[in-house]
């Protein structure tokens, strides 16, 4: 693996093998001293250009704990806020001795610029782009659906039979696009709920089925529910159909619609939660609920991402 940039450029072996390099990264980090030598002496920048807190935290947690040093960039305060070009930014990073390059952009296909331009050389890790995709949410989401739904032993499995249910919306999503590819590349079947208005043209030609009505998707059984933020911040022009009170009422995972879920079947956010609007905090905050076990995993599978990409360059030197 080069880069780590979109999840159509996985196989199933591949993501398999990030999947079970995050189990054996979170069972290190149960240990009293949680720190590995493993990438000592390079150096992480991460380089956000829109707010995170998890995507952003964890990055700089997985890397400090493989023994990296890390940079943190964000646009607010930067030159980029003068003007600078992303690739005078990328140049900067790299003559500053960047081993690689983890980069959260507003716009989609910013990471795979970086990646494929040729103004750098380092391996380019997604954390975000626009609505396109977000690769490593996708991976955790996965780790976690795997931990609950795939038995005991998940390693060498992956989520075949399993049904998830992604709710919301879907339009602005770059984590419903990669949990769509990454958990169909695993096997499992996903439905997409959401309004009409919220549903990306060309969405009927993904590998998944896409209904209108949450709760009749609900009471066709479901081993697991993600719930999706209203990115109300990507609405251009502040138009929302349904209204907020609508939505809620039609597209809420309330206490009562949980409720109804299969004994078994578990609740995830990929967070931030509008809690009340979405999702009900109950619901959020119930035994069901993983969105804690979520931002785990993260460190988790960002450890498994940074190490594939940079552990053999470490080796060579
Ligand atoms: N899930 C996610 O990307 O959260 P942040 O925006 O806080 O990083």
């Not at 990030?18 to 001293?33: F, G, N, P, Y």
């Not at 956000?48 to 807190?53: C, G, K, P, Q, Y």
């Not at 700089?60 to 930067?78: T, W, Y």
């Not at 030159?79 to 960047?98: F, H, I, N, P, R």
């Amino acid at each position: 693996m080069r880069h780590f940039i979109s999840i159509a450029d996985l196989s199933r072996a591949d993501a398999i093998a990030v999947l079970d390099t995050a189990e054996q990264m979170a069972a290190t980090q149960s240990r009293s001293i949680r720190k590995l030598p493993t990438l000592v002496g390079t150096t992480v920048v991460n380089l956000f250009m829109e707010d995170s807190t998890r995507t952003r935290i964890s990055f700089e947690a997985a890397a400090k704990r493989l023994s990296a040093d890390v940079i943190n960039f964000s646009a607010k305060g930067s030159s980029l806020s003068k003007g600078e070009s992303l690739k005078d930014t990328a140049l900067t990073l790299q003559a500053m001795g960047a081993d690689a390059i983890v980069v959260r952009s507003p716009s989609s296909g910013a990471a795979h610029l970086l990646a494929h331009a040729g103004w750098v050389t380092q391996p380019i890790v997604n954390a975000g782009d626009g609505t396109h995709e977000h690769p490593t949410q996708a991976m955790l989401d996965a780790f976690t659906l795997r931990r609950h739904l795939a038995g005991d032993d998940a390693s060498g499995q992956g989520l075949d039979g399993r049904h998830v249910v992604i709710v919301g919306d879907i339009l602005h999503s770059r984590v419903a696009r990669s949990n769509v590819l990454l958990l169909t590349l695993l096997g499992a079947r996903v439905t997409l709920v959401a309004p009409p208005s919220l549903v990306p043209v060309g969405a009927s030609a993904w590998p998944c089925e896409v209904v209108y009505d949450l709760d009749e998707a609900l009471a066709a059984g479901t081993d697991a529910v993600m719930m999706l933020r209203v990115q109300r911040e990507r609405m251009i022009g502040g138009g929302f159909f349904p209204t907020p009170a609508e939505y809620t009422r039609r597209f809420c995972l309330t206490t009562s619609r949980a409720a109804r879920l299969d004994d078994h079947a578990i609740v995830l956010h990929p967070g931030p939660m509008n809690r009340g609007f979405e999702i009900a905090g109950d619901v959020a905050d119930s035994p069901r609920s993983v969105i804690v076990e979520q931002v785990a995993a993260g460190v988790s599978v960002r450890m498994a991402v940074l190490y594939q990409l940079l552990a053999s360059t470490t080796q060579e030197s």
